[in-house]
C-alpha cells in the first residue's frame, strides 16, 4: 500500500514568508554541500530531494560527493555512502587520504612522509568522538529495496549513492539500460520522499551521444 501526505495551505502559511526571508537573508534552506555553486542552485541538501551528479567517465564525480559527505559529516550529520564501485576498504582509504591531505598512493603503499602520518593520525583521533560515517558496498544488493533496508537499518540524515549506473531495475532486471535508469532513478526519488532526507546519486553520461567530447542533454 503506497500512503500519500497532504498539506493544508491555510494552515500556518507565515512559513512560507520566513522561508522567503531565510532565501533573501542568503540562508540556505537545507544542508550546505560545501560547494558554493551547489548550494546556490539548491539552497542546501533538502529532505526528499534527488540531486544527480553526471559527467562522463572518469571526471571526478566520485570525488565530489565523496567530499560532500565529509562536509556533511563535519557538519555534525550522518552520511551513508553507498559505492557501487569500490570497497569500503578503498572508500575508506580515500575519505582518510582526503580528509587529512595525504597521498592516497602514498597511504595505500605505506609510505607517508612524517608530516603526512602526523595528519592521518589527527584525523584518526577526529573520528573517535565523531557522529557515525557510514561507508556500504555492492555485497549488500543492487537494488533499491536492498539500498531502503540499509537505509533504514542505519538511520542516516543524507544517503548517497555512487555509481547509479551499476544497480539493477528489480521490474527490468536490467543495468545501464535507458528504461533501467529511469525506473531506478524514479525509485530513488520515491526512496528520499519515503525516507525524507536527501539523496545525492552519481552517473555517468553516455559517450557515444556527447557532442564534440562535451556534455549535452541528449548524452545526460
Not at 108 to 115: A, C, F, H, I, Q
Not at 171 to 194: D, F, H, S
Not at 207 to 214: E, Q
Request: proline letters at 4%.
Amino acid at each position: 500500500v503506497i500512503g500519500t501526505t497532504h498539506v493544508d495551505l491555510s494552515k500556518d502559511p507565515d512559513k512560507f514568508w520566513e522561508e522567503y526571508e531565510n532565501v533573501q537573508g542568503s540562508k540556505l534552506l537545507g544542508v550546505p554541500t560545501g560547494f558554493a555553486k551547489i548550494d546556490e542552485a539548491t539552497s542546501g541538501l533538502q529532505g526528499g530531494q534527488l540531486i544527480t551528479v553526471i559527467a562522463p567517465p572518469k571526471t571526478g564525480k566520485s570525488q565530489i560527493i565523496l567530499r560532500m559527505a565529509a562536509n556533511v559529516h563535519e557538519a555534525g550529520l550522518v552520511p551513508m555512502f553507498q559505492s557501487f564501485e569500490m570497497t569500503n576498504h578503498e572508500q575508506a582509504q580515500r575519505y582518510l587520504s582526503m580528509t587529512s591531505h595525504i597521498s592516497n598512493a602514498n597511504l595505500r603503499r605505506g609510505k607517508l612522509r612524517v608530516d603526512e602520518e602526523d595528519r592521518l593520525i589527527a584525523q584518526l583521533e577526529k573520528l573517535k568522538t565523531s557522529k557515525p560515517f557510514h561507508l556500504v558496498d555492492a555485497v549488500n544488493g543492487l537494488t533499491i529495496d536492498a539500498l531502503l533496508a540499509k537505509a533504514e537499518q542505519l538511520n542516516p540524515d543524507i544517503l548517497f549513492v555512487d555509481g547509479v549506473y551499476l544497480m539493477m531495475d528489480q521490474v527490468t532486471g536490467e543495468a545501464n539500460t535507458p528504461q533501467a535508469l529511469t525506473n531506478i532513478t524514479r525509485g530513488l526519488k520515491r526512496l528520499a520522499q519515503k525516507l525524507n532526507i536527501p539523496i545525492v546519486i552519481s552517473t555517468q553520461t553516455l559517450l557515444w551521444k556527447m557532442r564534440g567530447g562535451k556534455v549535452s542533454a541528449d548524452s545526460i
